[in-house]
């Protein structure tokens, strides 16, 4: 095993890849944190990290706050004594609904995803913002001098291809998934000299709640769809613009991570890895 005996914090670590990336690096041997704002679904995917024998802990945590990252790192010491590894997941891919107490219409959700940058509101920029970029600021805030004191550890970011490459959709999760890549090499620049690795995933499509979502609003945007019931069958007439011509899974996501968090990875660090099937190739 890789990780035996290594403590991870994963933020958003209830959702579709966050479960991911909690069970591959449980079944390499880390004892889990899951930090998240679902306590239902949180409670799920502690019992699974558990079935491989790990510790689990849930940390009821909105990381768009800086009190609350810093309160996730001081319970993460206070039950394990360390931090090995932080997965920096927390991310929204629509309308950003996760971190607004606005009720979001679905005239909204069309807009967020398709509209121009005329059409772009201050709110959709700010709610970009806050989901995509503040999380993982926060908690590389609170937990490097943990690492820098420890001499060691590992923090992985979740970007996206959409922050390789604009489009012509999506501009305020794009933009900030960009800022993701570039915040990534530049921690990873001030903390190589305590032995901190910081590199970054870059997903590309995967069926979690952010893709349903997505092709929910596709079958309510696009005429070709306008017969499709199912969310599903919208989102597998996106595959087809894949090079391998498959989805991804939260497990190829977490197969990276763990990856990145063992000490196979120790002479790699400010990198981006797109697990994509092929769609950008640089
Ligand atoms: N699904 C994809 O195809 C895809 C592609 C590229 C990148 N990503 C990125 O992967 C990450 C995870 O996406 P996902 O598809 O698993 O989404 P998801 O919606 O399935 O899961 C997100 C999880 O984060 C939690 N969460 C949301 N806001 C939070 C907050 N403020 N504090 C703590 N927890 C919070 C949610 O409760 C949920 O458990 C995101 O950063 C996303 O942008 C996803």
Not at 105 to 124: F, M, P, S
Request: with cysteine; hydrophobic share 40%.
């Amino acid at each position: 095993m890789k990780l035996e005996g290594k403590t991870a914090i994963i933020t958003g670590g209830a959702g579709g890849l966050g479960r991911g990336i909690a069970l591959c690096l449980a079944e390499e041997g880390a004892d889990i944190v899951i930090a998240d704002i679902n306590m239902e679904a949180a409670h799920k995917v502690a019992d699974e990290v558990k079935a491989f024998g790990r510790k689990a802990l849930i940390v009821m945590a909105d990381v768009t706050k800086e009190e609350n990252a810093r309160r996730l790192v001081q319970e993460t010491l206070n039950a394990f004594g360390k931090i090995d590894i932080l997965v920096n997941n927390v991310g929204a891919g629509h309308a950003e609904a996760h971190v607004t107490e606005d009720n979001l219409t679905e005239e909204d959700w069309n807009r967020v995803y398709t509209g121009g940058i005329a059409d772009l509101t201050e709110g959709d920029w700010d709610r970009g913002y806050i989901a995509n970029l503040k999380p993982g600021v926060f908690m590389c805030k609170a937990v490097i001098p943990y690492m820098r004191a420890q001499k060691s550890g590992k923090i992985i970011n979740i970007s996206s291809t959409a922050g390789r490459r604009g489009g012509g959709s999506r501009l305020p999760y794009s933009a900030m998934k960009s800022a993701v890549i570039i915040l990534t090499q530049g921690v990873a620049m001030q903390v190589a000299r305590d032995n901190i690795n910081v590199n970054c995933i870059c997903p590309g499509i995967i069926y979690t709640s952010i893709h349903e979502d997505m092709a929910k609003i596709r079958m309510r945007t696009n005429p070709k769809l306008k017969d499709v019931k199912d969310p599903r069958v919208a989102f597998e007439a996106i595959l087809g613009m894949i090079p391998m011509r498959r989805e991804q899974t939260p497990e190829d996501i977490g197969r990276c991570a763990v990856f990145l968090a063992s000490e196979d990875a120790r002479n790699i660090t400010g990198q981006s890895i797109n697990v994509d099937g092929g769609s950008i190739m640089s």
